[in-house]
C-alpha cells in the first residue's frame, strides 16, 4: 500500500492509501499475473501425494528388503530381530523409538 497526501485549504492534510500495484496494473504498466486456479492447485497437490505415496512405499520396500537380506547373510530370523527390538522398546533405553519404528513396521 502507498499513502497519498492531499492539501485542501479548507480540509487541511488528508492522507489516503492506495495500492500501487493495482493502479499500475490498471493503466497497463504493470501485467495482472496470472494465477492458477484452486481446482488446478488442489489437484496438482493430489498428483503429489500420490507420487510421495509410491516413492514412499518403493523406500519401505527396498529398505525393508536389505534388512531381510542382512538378517539372512547373519543367520537371524524375523522373529528374533522382531522380539530383540520389543525388548529395547520395553526397556526404554535411548534408542526406543527407533525400535519402536522397526517394530510397527515388521
Do not use: W
Not at 26 to 38: H, M, N, W
Not at 43 to 70: D, N, P, Y
Amino acid at each position: 500500500m502507498a499513502v497519498c497526501y492531499r492539501f485542501s485549504e479548507n480540509r487541511g492534510i488528508k492522507a489516503s492509501t492506495f495500492d500501487l500495484g493495482l493502479v499500475l496494473e490498471r493503466v497497463g504498466i504493470l501485467p495482472r499475473p496470472s494465477l492458477p486456479s484452486f481446482n488446478t492447485l488442489h489437484s496438482r497437490a493430489q498428483e503429489s501425494k500420490l507420487e510421495f505415496s509410491e516413492m514412499h512405499g518403493k523406500f519401505v520396500e527396498t529398505v525393508f528388503g536389505l534388512l531381510e537380506k542382512f538378517l539372512a547373510e547373519i543367520g537371524v530370523s524375523q522373529e528374533e530381530f522382531s522380539s530383540v527390538c520389543q525388548q529395547q522398546v520395553m526397556s526404554g533405553g535411548k534408542n526406543a523409538f527407533v525400535f519402536q519404528q522397526v517394530s510397527l513396521s515388521t
